[in-house]
């Protein structure tokens, strides 16, 4: 999928198949992962092999004990040498239930050092449709 643009800022829109049930930071996590592969997929298979580190807050905003789908709304929070921030919300398919909102910050580490590297200018240049303009949830 491409970036859709709202009214207030950009986003990249993966739906992902969900059995529902208790949702954990951790769970979050994972599908937020997948989203962010997703977008990635072309960058990541055509640049060397890297290792990504990170951290993840996630707030849980309510259930989705019956969700078939989840709607998982991407967006670039910021970029800078090294790490990124994608921010995110989790909801219902038709993105009227939301279920939790947060951000996810990875950092490019090289594979064999295992210290920070660059983003590639592809990476960048990419992914700049995503970068917020406006920086808040919405």
């Not at 090289?110 to 592809?122: F, G, I, L, N």
């Amino acid at each position: 999928m491409n970036a859709v643009r709202d009214d207030l800022n950009p986003k990249f829109v993966f739906f992902v198949p969900f059995a529902g049930g208790d949702l954990t930071p951790a769970n979050v996590t994972v599908q937020v992962d997948r989203a962010i592969a997703a977008r990635c997929a072309d960058q990541i298979a055509a640049a060397p092999p890297f290792d990504v580190a990170g951290d993840a807050a996630v707030e849980l905003l309510g259930s989705s004990a019956s969700a078939a789908t989840m709607r998982i709304d991407l967006w670039l929070e910021d970029i800078d040498a090294s790490s990124c921030t994608w921010g995110f919300l989790c909801s219902s398919e038709n993105g009227c239930v939301p279920y939790a909102r947060g951000e996810r910050t990875l950092v490019k580490l090289d594979a064999r050092s295992h210290r920070p590297q660059p983003w590639s200018e592809s990476f960048r240049r990419t992914n700049a449709d995503l970068l917020r303009d406006f920086h808040a949830f919405a």
